[in-house]
């Protein structure tokens, strides 16, 4: 059932959202303590530009293609270095630059691969892009995840965000319960039963981070974004919050970003936040381009 229109503003906000919930947290990334941040920063990170990289994929071939995706990371990486990437991102790169294939390179990485947030948070536009059939949403998180976390949780987190952002887009009743199904995983289905427990509670964010983490492991971001979107009724509420948690705070906000941006829209989205964020006009064209694919049925 589809309970609210997909628009092209939802598009735009989604992509709009990652970046300025990225932007909003990148001054507070690694901290811990509560401090809520309301100015956007002048630079977004290594979550946007990798979210950028994914989208620019998508459109340049009308679809998913893991070595032309690789490709493009590494390219934008290249260009801008300083974005503040993990650590092993340009280590995959490199194996992929010395001829290891963009599906096998990230395996040996870290000990069963990456399970950090770095694929949840450049979702977006896989969430937007493939909306319509959750098992080929699953298949696609899954595949680009590859590129550089080839482990269950890092892969699995990917998903259940970008699920998260086609609920979003749908306005879907039941948000929650829908994603416990959705999951595969029971780590993340026990961490989604903390988020109904603690929104029922509206328990304080020392307790919130306590249950859900406010880390770089995908198990420890991917619920706080969630339950910021659900605890905080606006769009700023939501990034605000998410930012606050410390910790992983730009990819909190980014992935919070990202699924509030879905569900109200980039009108929603204060505009003295979008005049200050980088690259606005770009990051638009490419939610524009996903959305003539989504018109036109391309992928
Ligand atoms: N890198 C950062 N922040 C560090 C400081 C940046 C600074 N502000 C600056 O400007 O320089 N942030 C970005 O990285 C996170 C996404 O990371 P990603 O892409 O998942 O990287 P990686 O290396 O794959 O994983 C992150 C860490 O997780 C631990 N880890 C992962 N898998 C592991 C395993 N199998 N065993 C043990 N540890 C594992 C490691 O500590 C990894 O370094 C985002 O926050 C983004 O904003
Ligand atoms: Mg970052
Ligand atoms: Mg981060």
Redesign the pocket.
Known sequence: MNHGKITLAKFVGSLIGTAIG?SLG?GR??FSGFKKVREVGTRY???TA?MIGVAESLIQCQGFDGEHMAKTFIRNYEREP????????P??FSLIKQGVSWDKA?ES?????????????RIAPIGLLYWEDREKLREIAYKSSRI??T?S??AEGAALEAYAIVLALKEEPKFLDKLRDFTKLEPYKRKLESVEKLLDRKEDRKEIVAELGN????LN?VPAAIYSFLANSSFSEAVVYAASLGG?A??IG?MAGAIAGAWWGVTEIPNAWQKKLENREYIEDLARGLWKMKEIKTY
């Open positions: 990225d990148a990334e690694g990170t290594d979550d990798m300083w974005r503040g990437y993990g650590a092993g991102p280590r995959v990230a990485i870290y000990p069963g691969g990456s399970f950090g947030n770095g694929a949840a948070m550089t976390h482990h949780l890092g880390g770089i492991e995908a971001s992983d730009d990819t980014a």
